[in-house]
T-cell receptor, first 116, second 115 residues
Framework: AQTVTQSQPEMSVQEAETVTLSCTYDTSESNYYLFWYKQPPSRQMILVIRQEAYKQQNATENRFSVNFQKAAKSFSLKISDSQLGDTAMYFC?????????????FGTGTSLTVIP | GAVVSQHPSRVICKSGTSVKIECRSLDFQATTMFWYRQFPKQSLMLMAT?????????EQGVEKDKFLINHASLTLSTLTVTSAHPEDSSFYIC???????????FGEGSWLTVV
């Protein structure tokens, strides 16, 4: 079974500062994908960033980057130059690789508040 | 980009009645769709996987006779909550798999309130 753990229920950061959200996971799979999703008050799930487990290079999308530590099964999200629009719930998610189905296993979420 | 649309976005129904929520892929064919449930301030929990033309696969603990899922076409999956009760009130989200890859698109979600 796959489990995803987010140990920070709530976090806050000053506007323009940097914040890191933690995520650990447990799996026996060797091929998988990891994701960070953002859920603003509208509840729409928005993909922030994804990482293929076979890639050693950490994924980066503009102000968002990850620190993927495969051996430690850790997948943290760093948000640089935080903006008010970054205020949302953030979910870390796991998906099995090819042939394993495409369902997500979500963590419990981290509520991030960006303070003006 | 690809769009997944859910309807209705909000619905209120009386206890004991049934309500149907639709999930449509607007500009792509979705052979597989997923239904999730989210309680307030909680994570998304997978309810079932819906494959076009076949029976849905339900997660452990999800009553298949209560949550009827139909995936009759490549662009439409429906979730029917039968004999709804107040404890079924929740936010329901669908997602759809595009093509043979692992790109997934989420719908906007549907709020169900059973009174």
């Amino acid at each position: 079974a796959q489990t995803v753990t987010q140990s920070q229920p709530e976090m806050s950061v000053q506007e323009a500062e940097t914040v890191t959200l933690s995520c650990t996971y447990d799996t026996s799979e060797s091929n998988y994908y990891l994701f960070w999703y953002k859920q603003p008050p509208s509840r729409q799930m928005i993909l922030v960033i994804r990482q293929e487990a076979y890639k050693q290079q950490n994924a980066t999308e503009n102000r968002f980057s990850v620190n993927f530590q495969k051996a430690a099964k850790s997948f943290s999200l760093k948000i640089s130059d935080s903006q008010l629009g970054d205020t949302a719930m953030y979910f870390c998610a796991f998906m099995k690789g090819y042939g394993g189905g495409n369902q997500f296993y979500f963590g419990t979420g981290t509520s991030l508040t960006v303070i003006p | 980009g690809a769009v997944v649309s859910q309807h209705p976005s909000r619905v209120i129904c009386k206890s004991g009645t049934s309500v149907k929520i639709e999930c449509r892929s607007l500009d792509f064919q979705a052979t597989t769709m997923f239904w999730y449930r989210q309680f307030p301030k909680q994570s998304l929990m997978l309810m079932a996987t819906s494959n076009e033309g076949s029976k849905a696969t339900y997660e452990q603990g999800v009553e298949k006779d209560k949550f009827l899922i139909n995936h009759a076409s490549l662009t439409l999956s429906t979730l029917t909550v039968t004999s709804a009760h107040p404890e079924d009130s929740s936010f329901y989200i669908c997602s759809a798999k595009a093509g043979s890859g692992n790109t997934i698109y989420f719908g906007e979600g549907s709020w169900l309130t059973v009174v």
